[in-house]
């Protein structure tokens, strides 16, 4: 069982915190992640890591949360990292418990979520000698990290704890990896925590360029047609209000990427829901017809670009990203900006004249009516954008959505507005099915007094159902949407569109979910009907814990519009008529 937080508060340490201390590595662990911050870690115990979960019961300040599986973990600390704003930490021992995490170290890399994954490994005299569960994962996540640790001496573990979470939180943010060989945790130092670091390699540029700036500025104050494409870099820099001042002065219309959503609030005039793939006709058009696209806080990924040749033909490019990795490696740019999107979207403020463009939102106005997204067609049936709806509702938008990944995202995204800031938590990069669940219950963790919604299929749901007994031992008051339609479904919708309905292992079925979650002891509510859906919904809106809801939508619903991989918007299909 877990540790009660009255347990937890009465039990007594067995060292004291002052400096000069000697201490284990171990204690000396427990102690720096608290000098972090610190005060939740999703991990399970294994053979190498005994030493720490020996004496982490004596930190009251160290909320240990026992996941079921180390992935889940991992999406657990992404969660609490995106919702608590804050590095997210997870634990696992060698061998098989470290790669499992690297699923989840990989989403947060791409979606560049701050995580330190902390490792046990082998002891240190029997590295390289293929020990029982010995594995080189510093080498299997170099890719997969901003930077990666293997301490082999204890001496060194409070300054590498100390630069991992600098480097995890600092510039772009990502995860880092620390793995402690067994001996480590074992052996006694001298406790002293560094109080800065010192990384002469690793200075991330902040502010932008002023002369890129004033040429950025100069080509906005001349368009006629300007358009910002916003991502989650503005979420994380906290620029959210920068943008909205910058658009509301400029009369410049915004569309986010999907994880941008909620970087500008979507019910404002100036919003235009997400573009790309399955996107907005009229965002497109708009990126397609625009003759200045200012990008800030995102990569042009594929998803939004498609065929990058035919992306923003008409339009001068500006991209503000701090990672200089980043601008130019997908889409030509005119004016390149490194620094931190929430000071560049200050310092243009500064510089951009007020502007009004009449004609132009004219336009994007008809094309919202010639292409609405968020139109439901009249049917009795129960549709998957029927339940984004009357989440919608009974959370008044009040709520964090966290999704899986497949059909139901792209419905969530569509259906549900995103005004509250750092509202939508989602794998965009990675795009990991069983992610939606245990990130679900790592950002309610962060974000208790908050409604956190998990929107997820019973494919993705499938995958990382186990954290159900880890919500139910924890107590965490996540709300748990299953999108119930027997298939992976946009396994069937590609195989429906692209080939020739041959329906290859896209069939799922599934176990009786109700039954599934009274197994863990959580309430569970079960909707066939639009109208059982707007009252389950409600009433788990309205229940005091988690829940888990099995809507039963309608089986073969394709998520529309849709732009052919590879394709431009001359392919969209904003309907089934539109395939030919």
């Known amino acids: 069982m877990a540790i009660s937080p009255a347990e937890r508060a009465s039990t007594q340490h067995s060292n004291g915190r002052s400096e000069g201390t000697r201490l284990s590595g171990a204690r000396i662990l427990c102690e720096s992640l608290i000098r972090e911050g610190v005060d939740t870690i999703f991990g399970i115990p294994g053979g190498v890591v005994l030493p720490l979960y020996n004496v982490i019961i004596d930190y009251p300040e160290l909320r240990h949360i026992l996941v079921r599986h180390e992935q889940a973990g991992a999406h657990a600390a992404d969660g609490y990292a995106r919702a608590g704003n804050r590095v997210g930490v997870c634990l696992a021992t060698s061998g098989p418990a470290a790669t499992n995490l690297v699923t989840g170290i990989c ?16 002891a240190t005299t029997v590295l390289g000698k293929d020990a029982f569960q010995e594995t080189d994962i510093v080498g299997i996540t170099m890719p997969i990290t901003k930077h990666n640790y293997l301490v082999t001496r204890v001496e060194d573990l409070a300054r590498v704890v100390k630069e991992a979470f600098h480097i995890a939180r600092s510039g772009r943010p990502g995860p880092v990896l620390i793995d402690i060989p067994k001996d480590v945790f074992t052996s006694e130092t001298t406790y002293h925590y560094p109080a800065s670091v010192h990384l002469p390699g690793f200075k991330p540029t902040l502010d932008g360029n002023s002369k890129q700036i004033k040429a950025a500025a100069s080509l906005w104050s001349r368009a006629k047609k300007p358009l910002i494409l916003a991502g989650q870099g503005v979420t994380i820099s906290g620029g959210q209000r920068e943008l909205l001042a910058l658009a509301e002065k400029t009369h410049t219309p915004v569309v986010c990427t999907l994880l941008g959503l909620s970087a500008f609030p979507e019910s404002h005039a100036l919003s235009l829901a997400f ?45 503000i990203d701090i990672d200089p990795a980043e601008i130019g490696k997908n889409v030509r740019c005119d004016v390149p ?14 510089e951009v004249p007020s502007m009004e463009h009449p004609e132009w939102l004219a336009q994007i106005d008809e094309w919202k009516r010639q292409m609405p997204l968020t139109a439901i067609r009249p049917t009795s049936q129960f549709l998957p954008q029927h339940a984004i709806r009357f989440i919608y509702e009974a959370t ?11 059909q139901h995202q792209m419905w969530a995204a569509q259906h549900f507005w995103y005004d509250k800031p750092g509202s939508f938590i989602s794998s965009g990069g990675l795009g990991a099915m069983g992610f939606g669940v245990p990130a679900a219950m790592g950002a309610k963790v ?7 919604w998990a929107i997820v299929g019973d494919g993705g749901f499938q995958m990382t159902s186990q954290e159900l007994a880890t919500i139910a031992e924890e107590r965490i008051g996540v709300k748990i949407a299953l999108m119930n339609n027997g298939y992976l479904g946009m396994i069937r919708q590609w195989q429906e569109i692209f080939y020739e309905r041959r329906f290859s292992s896209a069939y799922l079925g599934g176990p009786d979910y109700l039954k599934l979650a009274d197994a863990y002891g959580i309430k569970a509510l079960r909707a066939t009907t639009p ?27 394709n998520v529309y519009p849709m732009i052919p991989p590879g394709g431009s918007i001359e392919n969209m299909m904003l309907e089934p008529g539109d395939r030919d």
């Open 446 to 452: 962060a974000r208790p007094n908050d409604t956190v």
């Open 531 to 557: 109208e059982e859906g707007r009252r389950i919904i409600e009433e788990a809106q309205a229940y005091d814990g988690p829940v888990l809801v099995d809507l039963q939508v309608i089986a073969e619903e």
């Open 107 to 122: 989403s947060a890399m791409m979606d560049s979520v701050p995580i330190v994954a902390i490792t046990g490994n082998v």
């Open 337 to 350: 900006i490194v620094g931190d999107a929430r000071r560049v979207l200050h310092a243009l403020a500064d």
């Open 275 to 319: 573009p790309g793939m399955h996107g907005a006709g009229y965002s497109n058009q708009a990126i397609d017809q625009c003759d200045l696209l200012i990008g800030v806080g995102q990569r042009f990924d594929d998803r939004v670009t498609g065929k990058v040749a035919a992306f923003a033909p008409n339009a001068k490019i500006v991209h």
């Open 396 to 406: 008044k938008g009040d709520a964090i959505i966290v999704t899986d990944v497949g």
